[in-house]
């Protein structure tokens, strides 16, 4: 038999997963132009929605249960080094699912859209007009000139790396330094 609270919980859901797919798809794949997170925001997004949405009827408070997702969140993030943009995006996709799967009587559906929606416009804001002005990309190359890398030819190192790339680099920086097969893995950033 279907209750009032199920109707409620698939509604919710409807909404979170509308929004969720707008902040994931629509504005972080079409920015950052990644796919390996997409599937992960997904799907903390969808797991993080019904468990804030059973733990609403149980009485826990708000430390402990944010406390309990950042826990989730740090125990599979910290073995690898995520990006400051790619963690952004995760608690933002956190924090939406929270706030939509936390909907009670003390607040409007038209709260809850409107909260949604300034999120996403925030993030389509900052996307569009803030950071696309300032196209500065990263990509780690690995260099084989490691004569280059010495400070007196900078000029030279600059000047190679445009050369072999292509691009307009503005900085570099040596990551790791393999003398024994005289290649080194360094960072380059570049205007696009």
């Known amino acids: 038999m279907i209750n009032e609270d199920f109707v409620q919980m698939f509604v919710l859901f409807g909404i979170n997963l509308f929004f969720t797919s707008i902040i994931i798809r629509q504005l972080y794949y079409r920015y950052a ?15 993080l929605f019904f468990l804030c949405f059973t733990l609403k009827k149980f009485t826990l408070d708000l430390g402990m249960a944010l406390g309990l997702f950042a826990i989730f969140g740090i125990i599979r993030y910290r073995t690898q080094t995520i990006d400051v943009k790619e963690m952004t995006y995760l608690f933002v996709i956190i924090g939406v699912s929270v706030i939509n799967a936390l909907f009670n009587t003390n607040m409007s559906v038209a709260e809850v859209i409107g909260a949604n929606v300034a999120i996403v416009l925030g993030i389509l804001i900052i996307e569009r007009f803030v950071i696309q002005k300032v196209t500065v990309k990263e990509r780690q190359v690995i260099y084989a000139n490691l004569e280059n890398l010495k400070p007196e030819n900078e000029a030279l ?19 790791k330094i393999d003398y024994a097969n005289q290649m080194a893995t360094i960072k380059i950033l570049f205007k696009k």
Do not use: A, C, N, P
């Open 33 to 47: 132009h990644r796919t390996d997170f997409v599937f992960t925001y997904y799907m903390v997004s969808i797991v």
């Open 157 to 175: 190192l600059y000047q190679d790396l445009s050369e072999k790339t292509g691009l307009q680099i503005t900085s570099v920086s040596v990551v």
